[in-house]
């Protein structure tokens, strides 16, 4: 399975190069000139990325995902939420490679295979982060009113949450 | 409202590390968290390059017209107004092919060049509704094998990495069809997303 994660790529790129070289594009002059436009899009993002990155370590420094748990927990324990999904759940959306290091420590504690275990791998691989996805897609054309897209968003993490614990439950053990 | 957000998020930050006597770890996330945006822009800078120059060699030898064409089912279906657009059609397929075979890497610069795409087509000063919907579907996932998280799983010693599987597709799948539904049912209302 893992062979097949780290065959896809190289496959891809081949097939991509090879596929334009066959239909005479000159490949390495087009490649150089879709990458110029990958600079301006990138430095076009800096200021946008500064801004989230340095908010997302504030809200992980302050406390202020402990205090929200607390607040969330007669909410999530009615649910039948273990209280140590809950922080999973709150810190997907904000920080990719914080719910990873949370995710590995509840491995760590509970061991991969446990229910609680299970439902964190669940979580963690059936959402992205989403304040990530919508800062950066919208940053590069900066519009002022997203509309409905964060609540589309938000109400997608829940489902992710709520199938999660279902689906594990249900589906497994 | 990403104002809002950010400006509740460093505030409450604020507030609740004053009560929590961590304001000295918080001045210290300031600077490092600057710091680590310029590292990811620049690690994004590189992987941004890297796949902007691929796509435009399978832009050039059509095949993500090819692509678009083949997807056109369902691309049509959640992108009605984008149905003639043949390049924005094939950026999308690009991207939603990215994340679906799990390349998170190569599915940022391929969406962003698809959102630059469609913003240069919208006169409107708000972003569209086939916008909205791809941001959307892009913070949910369609991945489908998680590589990443089998490869997380066996480190920790799990027996069985890939033994979660079903619960993640049947998860990602009804999370993605709450998003879908929730975008389609806001498309038939009235907003200025309709114009």
């Not at chain 1, 649910?79 to 590995?104: K, N, W």
């Not at chain 2, 959307?136 to 998280?149: D, E, K, R």
Request: aromatic share 8%; charged share 15%; net charge positive.
């Amino acid at each position: 399975m893992e062979q097949i994660g780290a065959a896809a790529l190289p496959a891809i790129l081949g097939a991509i190069l090879l596929f334009g070289f066959c239909r005479g594009v000159p490949v390495f002059d087009t490649f150089l000139m879709g990458a110029k436009e990958g600079v301006a899009s990138a430095i076009k993002l800096l200021p946008t990325l500064i801004g989230l990155v340095l908010a997302v370590t504030m809200v992980r420094e302050s406390g202020l995902l402990e205090l929200l748990c607390e607040a969330a927990a007669p909410v999530t324990e009615a649910l039948g939420i273990s209280p140590e999904i809950v922080p999973l759940a709150l810190l997907r959306p904000i920080s990719g490679s914080g719910s990873s290091a949370y995710t590995m420590s509840l491995f760590h504690t509970f061991g991969p295979d446990s229910e609680t275990g299970k439902i964190a791998s669940v979580l963690s691989a059936s959402t992205e982060t989403t304040f990530y996805a919508i800062t950066v897609y919208f940053g590069v054309c900066r519009y002022k009113k997203l509309y409905y897209t964060v609540p589309a968003a938000l109400l997608g993490d829940m489902a992710a949450v709520v199938g999660s614990v279902l689906t594990v439950r249900w589906m497994g053990l | 409202m990403l104002n809002y957000i950010w400006f509740g998020m460093i505030v409450l930050s604020v507030i609740c590390a004053f009560f929590n006597g961590r304001l000295e770890a918080l001045s210290t996330a300031v600077m490092e968290g600057s710091q680590q945006a310029v590292e990811l822009s620049f690690s994004l800078l590189g992987s941004m390059c890297a796949w902007l120059g691929f796509l435009k060699i399978a832009e050039k030898s059509g095949l993500t017209e090819l692509m678009a064409s083949a997807f056109s089912p369902v691309i049509d279906r959640l992108f009605p107004e984008y149905k003639k657009e043949k390049a924005i059609k094939g950026k999308i397929c690009m991207n939603l092919a990215a994340n679906f075979l799990g390349l998170g890497n190569a599915a940022t610069p391929l969406g962003l060049s698809a959102m630059e795409a469609m913003a240069k087509k919208n006169r409107e000063e708000g972003p569209t509704r086939g916008m909205i919907l791809f941001v959307v579907l892009n913070t949910a996932s369609i991945q489908l094998l998680p590589i990443n998280m089998a490869v997380m799983r066996k480190a920790c010693g799990s027996l069985a990495p890939f033994a979660v599987l079903p619960e993640i597709w049947v998860t990602s799948l009804a999370s993605l069809l709450v998003c879908v539904l929730f975008c389609k049912f806001l498309e038939r209302g009235k907003g200025p997303w309709n114009k």
